[in-house]
C-alpha cells in the first residue's frame, strides 16, 4: 500500500544498508538510519521531519535500494517523523483524492502537536532529542533536509499543479545564516546553484533559490530552533529541498520522488568533483568566547548555562562570574546566537519600541 509504514520498513531491510535505531518517538516507535557506503565523508540525508509530506521518505528509500556507494559514507533517515507520518497513512486512506484541503496538518506534528522542525532550540521532544545527538556524534561532512510544501489555499486545486501560474515549484535553502561560519555559507552555496541548473534542465520546473539572509535581528531566520539553520550554525554545511506536494496525494508521486532523488545523486556527484574543498575544513582550531552574564538576573543565567549543556557545548565558570565557551571555530555563531537571544534580544526590542 502507498505511504505503507509497513512497506516503509520493507524497502528498508532490502535495501542492503546496515539499519541503525538511534531513538523513539514520543509514542515509541523506533526512528532508523540506514547506513551505507565507506569514505572519508560522511553524508547526511534527513526525509519526513513533516509526516505530511510522503515523497521524501519515498525517495530515500528507493536511492538506498538502488545505490551501492565505495567512496562515500552515506546516512538516511527515512521517518524522522513516524508518528506523523503513521497519522498521514491513516488519513490517507480516509481521504486519499490529491485536493488542497487534504494537507492533514495534525500528521504534519508529532504525537505532542509539536512541529519538531522549530524545536532544536529548546529540544523538548524525543525525536529531536534522539536526531540531535546522533547528528552530533556522527558530525557528517553535508546534511541534505527534505520536505514538500503546500499547494495554495486559494479555494481551489489546479487539474495539475503545475497549471498553477508559477508551474509545479521546488525550492533549495543554503546557509546564509547570520553567524554561519563562511566555510558552511560556500559548501552550501555552491552545490545548491549546482544542482538547481541540473534539475532545472532535467525536469522543466521552476526552482527557487530561498536565501533567508540571516540579519542581526531577523530573529525568525537567526533562531537555531529550525534544524537547517541549527545545521548550519553548529558547521554542518547544508541544503532544504522542498518540492510542492502536501495534499497531493499520489499526484505526480513518480515525479515528486524522482526529483528528490536526482537531487541526491547530482549532489553526491558535486561532491565526488570537490573533495579537496571539503578536506580544508579545519575544525581543530578552537575559539574560547568569554560572556559577562553577572548583571543579568538568575533565570536568564541558568537558561544559558542549561542550553549550553543541552547542545553539548564545554565551557567553565570563572572566578569572576563570566562563562567561559570552548568550541570549534566553526560554531561560534551558534554559541553568540544563544547569548543574543538570551540576553540582548529582548533589550534590543524594547530599545525599537
Not at 5 to 21: E, P
Not at 151 to 166: A, H
Not at 237 to 264: N, Q, Y
Request: hydrophobic content about 35%; glycine content about 6%; proline content about 4%.
Amino acid at each position: 500500500m502507498v505511504f505503507s509504514l509497513k512497506r516503509y520498513d520493507q524497502l528498508a531491510a532490502k535495501s542492503g544498508a546496515k539499519i541503525i535505531t538511534i531513538g523513539s518517538s514520543e509514542k515509541g516507535a523506533p526512528i532508523k538510519v540506514l547506513k551505507k557506503g565507506t569514505g572519508r565523508l560522511k553524508i547526511l540525508f534527513i526525509a519526513r521531519i513533516h509526516g505530511n509530506e510522503p515523497a521524501t521518505t519515498e525517495a530515500l528509500l528507493e536511492f538506498f535500494n538502488e545505490n551501492n556507494f565505495d567512496d562515500l559514507e552515506l546516512y538516511g533517515i527515512f521517518l524522522a517523523n513516524p508518528d506523523g507520518a503513521a497519522l498521514y497513512e491513516e488519513l490517507q486512506q480516509k481521504k486519499p483524492e490529491p485536493y488542497w484541503e487534504n494537507n492533514f496538518n495534525d500528521a504534519r506534528l508529532n504525537s505532542n502537536g509539536v512541529d519538531i522542525n522549530r524545536d532544536w532550540m529548546e529540544l523538548t521532544q524525543k525525536e529531536t532529542q534522539a536526531i540531535q545527538k546522533f547528528i552530533l556524534d556522527l558530525r557528517p561532512d553535508f546534511t541534505v533536509d527534505f520536505h514538500e510544501y503546500y499547494w495554495s489555499d486559494k479555494g481551489y486545486p489546479p487539474k495539475y499543479p503545475y497549471d498553477d501560474e508559477d508551474g509545479f515549484m521546488a525550492t533549495m535553502t543554503d546557509a546564509p545564516f547570520y553567524g554561519a561560519d563562511s566555510y558552511v555559507k560556500e559548501l552550501s552555496e555552491q552545490p545548491m546553484n549546482y544542482l538547481i541548473k541540473k534539475l532545472g534542465n532535467e525536469f522543466n520546473w521552476k526552482i527557487k533559490p530561498r536565501h533567508f539572509v540571516g540579519e542581526k535581528y531577523n530573529s525568525e531566520y537567526q533562531n537555531p530552533g529550525f534544524l537547517g539553520i541549527y545545521l548550519a550554525l553548529r558547521g554542518i554545511p547544508k541544503l532544504l529541498i522542498e518540492t510542492w506536494g502536501v495534499a497531493c496525494s499520489t499526484l505526480l508521486l513518480d515525479k515528486r520522488i524522482a526529483f528528490h532523488k536526482k537531487a541526491m545523486y547530482y549532489l553526491l556527484e558535486w561532491i565526488r568533483e570537490n573533495k579537496i574543498k571539503f578536506f580544508a575544513k579545519n575544525e581543530s582550531i578552537r575559539e574560547i568566547l568569554s560572556f559577562n552574564i553577572n548583571n543579568f538576573d538568575t533565570s536568564k543565567k541558568n537558561i544559558f548555562i542549561g542550553l549550553l549543556d543541552k547542545h553539548r557545548l564545554n565551557y567553565e565558570i570563572n572566578n569572576d562570574k563570566s562563562v567561559s565557551v570552548h568550541c570549534s571555530s566553526l560554531e561560534t555563531g551558534f554559541v553568540n546566537t544563544i547569548y543574543y537571544l538570551i540576553f540582548e534580544k529582548e533589550e534590543q526590542t524594547n530599545e525599537t519600541t
